[in-house]
């Protein structure tokens, strides 16, 4: 069975700072990976997304990502965060084949001015 | 990229009455729309997966006679919430695949629903 792991509910960052909010993810086929970003009353905006190329994933606002299958992980990272970066980021596996997605808990980013 | 909106934004309505929500891929043809329901500070729960065509597939606890989801083109879903009540209100979001972009699905904006 898939499943995503969101370690963290809640991440404070000062700004300036680096982001990283971790995912782990259980999937028996080849999976795709997603992050998207969801600000308050908002829908989701995608960030960036795995699907079998690099395993270095760069997208918006500076985040990239790096699928890891040894360690089962996709984690989410900034070299350095901005006050509009405060909003809940949500990891999400989708197995091969189908466009059935499995979300994480969601992470709640603060960032601390 | 793919643009799925929806309308309305939000909606206020009395107990009792029914509330329809529209999905639509502006710019793709959707075979597949999805639709949630998000609880404050909690992730996305699937409700329904609706195939153009054909009749929505529910996930296990919610009520197909409550959320009647129609998918009768490939860029238009509705959602109506029948004789709605408080705990009704929610954030719905719809979301839409298709288009040969694989594995992806393309976030609505949201409708906030709220029940008196």
């Known amino acids: 069975a898939q499943s995503v792991t969101q370690l963290d509910s809640h991440v404070s960052v000062s700004e300036g700072t680096p982001v990283l909010l971790r995912c782990n993810y259980s999937s028996s086929y080849s999976p795709s990976l997603f992050w998207y970003v969801q600000h308050p009353n908002k829908g989701l905006q995608l960030l960036l997304k795995?699907?079998?190329?690099?395993?270095l994933v760069k997208g918006i606002n500076g985040f990239e990502a790096e699928f890891k299958k040894s360690e089962t992980s996709f984690h989410l990272t900034k070299p350095s965060a901005h006050m509009s970066d405060a909003a809940e980021y949500f990891c999400v596996v989708t197995p091969s084949g189908t466009y059935k997605y499995i979300f994480g808990t969601g992470t709640r980013l603060k960032v601390l001015a | 990229g793919a643009v799925v909106s929806q309308h309305p934004s939000w909606v206020i309505c009395k107990s009792g009455t029914s509330v329809k929500i529209e999905c639509r891929s502006l710019?793709?043809?959707?075979?597949?729309m999805f639709w949630y329901r998000q609880f404050p500070k909690q992730s996305l729960m699937l409700m329904a997966t609706s195939n153009e065509g054909s009749k929505a597939t529910y996930e296990q606890g919610v009520e197909k006679d409550k959320f009647l989801i129609n998918h009768a083109s490939l860029t238009l879903s509705t959602l109506t919430v029948t004789s709605a009540h408080p705990e009704d209100s929610s954030f719905y979001i719809c979301?839409?695949?298709?288009?040969?972009?694989?594995?992806?699905?393309?976030f609505g904006p949201g409708t906030r629903l709220t029940v008196l």
């Open positions: 979301s839409a695949a298709g288009g040969g972009n694989y594995n992806e699905q393309f």
């Open positions: 795995y699907t079998s190329a690099a395993t």
């Open positions: 710019d793709f043809q959707a075979t597949t």
